[in-house]
């Protein structure tokens, strides 16, 4: 069984960075595809990015808001895989999970992709 825990968030102010860390054991990360979603109070879960499995293509995903800013990146000697959060605004204030699942569609970054969650680490940024 795969399991995903997530961890890095925390308060930062607008401009900040922070990093994310979902350190997934149970297996070789490097065999999944793993995905970084966000939900705000009131929203909806949504994609932020996501990163192939390496015997796939390893290729990866940003969402439109994201693009620029954010880097999903793959360690497999730690088997985690991060997010790295730049120039984080606002509306980057979410909590944060990641999941994974054997194989995903190419050039999305879906929620019914994923099967195997993790509980989520909360990122605010606020003056």
């Known amino acids: 069984q795969l399991q995903l825990v997530e961890s890095g968030g925390g308060l930062v102010q607008p401009g900040g960075s922070l990093r994310l860390s979902c350190e997934v054991s149970?297996?070789?990360?490097?065999?999944?595809?793993i995905g970084w979603f966000r939900q705000a109070p009131g929203k909806e879960r949504e994609g932020v990015s996501c990163?192939?499995?390496?015997?796939?293509?390893?290729?990866?995903y940003y969402a439109d808001s994201v693009k620029g800013r954010f880097t999903i990146s793959r360690d497999s000697a730690k088997n985690t895989v991060y997010l790295q959060m730049n120039s984080l605004k606002a509306e980057d204030t979410a909590d944060y999970f990641c999941?994974?699942?054997?194989?995903?569609?190419?050039?999305?970054?879906?929620?019914?992709?994923?099967?195997?969650w993790g509980r989520g680490t909360r990122v605010t940024v606020s003056a």
């Open positions: 149970g297996d070789a990360v490097e065999y999944y595809a």
């Open positions: 990163i192939r499995s390496s015997s796939s293509d390893g290729t990866t």
């Open positions: 999941a994974g699942d054997w194989e995903v569609v190419p050039g999305q970054c879906q929620t019914y992709d994923y099967d195997h």
